[in-house]
């Protein structure tokens, strides 16, 4: 894979980045994993297919550009999900003390 390809992955990874951003802040949690799913995958791609070269001046910088995007995404995306995720964790928290609770005074005679 050349790096032209290369990019293009990452440009990809992009797209899908600025998609699950705006999933996120649609609350649309359902689509937010699916695309996460496609993201890891090119990740991985990116992974199995990146090796050290040295790219010219335009492709290093496309590059960057393109890896700031995904972290700025990442970030956003990062901020509008761990307060979900908290509030769903403290109430799973909750619903299992009601249950443990409702099992124990229902098991005592």
Known sequence: MNSLE??????NVAVLTDQMLDAAQRGNWDLLVKLEASCTL??????????PVMLEKEHRERKIR?????LDDDRKIRDLTEPWM????RI?????????LSKAYQATP
């Open 6 to 11: 290369l990019i293009s992955i990452y440009e």
């Open 42 to 51: 090119q990740v991985q791609d990116i992974k199995n297919n990146e090796t």
């Open 66 to 70: 393109v890896i700031k995007r995904i």
């Open 86 to 89: 908290a509030q769903l964790q």
């Open 92 to 100: 799973m928290q909750t619903s299992a003390v009601h249950r443990k």
